[in-house]
């Protein structure tokens, strides 16, 4: 990552799942001497160098988009020539809807069962998103 930050490469972070957040919520309720503050910190310096080099960013959700830009205008990149591009600042943070839609989907032509080689009609399939 931090070599990535002063090169020509233009780099999209996926903002979806917020560490800090996540390790904080897992040491509720623990004693002091049992959190690992420094993996908080680390996970924070982490975050704050992801938001001030990243070209841009994606989200799941609006509300996501919010806290976000929040962070982004706490870091200054929220300024005069990225308002001017777009005042929206779709083009700095974008959403990427996460999940499925509450109708079931269509049926199609199949694209896995019979046509990937060792999946047949038996073949159990796991759709997974990542992370855990």
Sequence with gaps: M???AGSEVRVVYDLYDHVPHEL??????????????????????????VLRTGDAFVCASERQRDLWLGALGVLGRLNHEEHARDPSLRHLIGVVPFGIEASPPNVGDPVLRGVLPGVD????????????
């Design 24 to 49: 904080m919520a897992a040491v509720l309720g623990r004693p002091v001497e049992a959190r690992d503050d420094l993996q908080l910190i680390r996970q924070r310096l982490w975050l704050e160098t």
């Design 2 to 4: 931090v070599s990535l």
């Design 121 to 132: 009609e038996r073949s159990q399939i796991l759709v997974w998103g990542g992370g855990l």
